[in-house]
């Protein structure tokens, strides 16, 4: 969306409240790093206003969406919702020119009197959004040898010892022995 700022920025008013929807980014030719496997069932839902206090243009909003993710350890379908709050000052776009490039990160900028925020918007989504989602704090996990929901129950098979450690096993295993020799 773009959010008309003609009008604030000649001095006719003071504050401009939005309310919008997002479409959800498409996600079905593969999704950078944290949303792997998360769908939106509906658009992401953003308010908020943009608020001109002598000059210093800024902007609050709250990004809300309700997704389905993958449990990060039993792969279940895990319901819930994600909001976002931000706060950002506005630049016009002739004030950005010249801006360094890490300080100009800090802004949001206005281009002829227009704020076009969805792509940044979804750029957050994708930074903010958690790193790991989970059906439940406790979740048990998949047993790593046959696949079976650790949440469900036990399954049968023998964990094999990490290779890793083959060489303490081997030292703890000698000193059994000796210690069984030296009862004997």
Not at 30 to 39: D, E, I, K, T
Not at 62 to 88: G, H, M, N
Request: glycine share 6%; proline share 8%.
């Amino acid at each position: 969306m773009k959010l008309d700022l003609r009008e604030m920025l000649a001095g006719a008013v003071t504050t401009v409240p939005f309310a919008y929807t997002l479409t959800p980014p498409d996600l079905s030719a593969g999704a950078p790093g944290r949303l792997w496997g998360v769908r939106f069932p509906a658009p992401l839902c953003v308010k908020g206003t943009v608020q001109n206090d002598a000059g210093y243009i800024h902007m609050t909003l709250t990004l809300s969406a309700d997704y389905i993710a993958p449990c990060a350890r039993c792969l279940a379908d895990v319901s819930d919702s994600f909001s976002l709050t931000l706060e950002k000052t506005l630049t016009t776009a002739a004030d950005a020119v010249g801006m360094d490039e890490d300080k100009l990160d800090d802004y949001f900028v206005i281009e002829n009197g227009f704020l076009d925020m969805d792509g940044q918007l979804l750029d957050l989504l994708y930074m903010e959004f958690p790193a790991k989602v989970l059906c439940r704090q406790d979740c048990k996990g998949l047993c790593p040898i046959c696949g079976q929901d650790l949440n469900q129950g036990p399954c049968h098979c023998k964990p094999e010892p990490d290779p890793r450690l083959a060489p303490l096993k081997a030292l703890l295993d000698e000193l059994n022995e000796k210690e069984n020799n030296n009862q004997n």
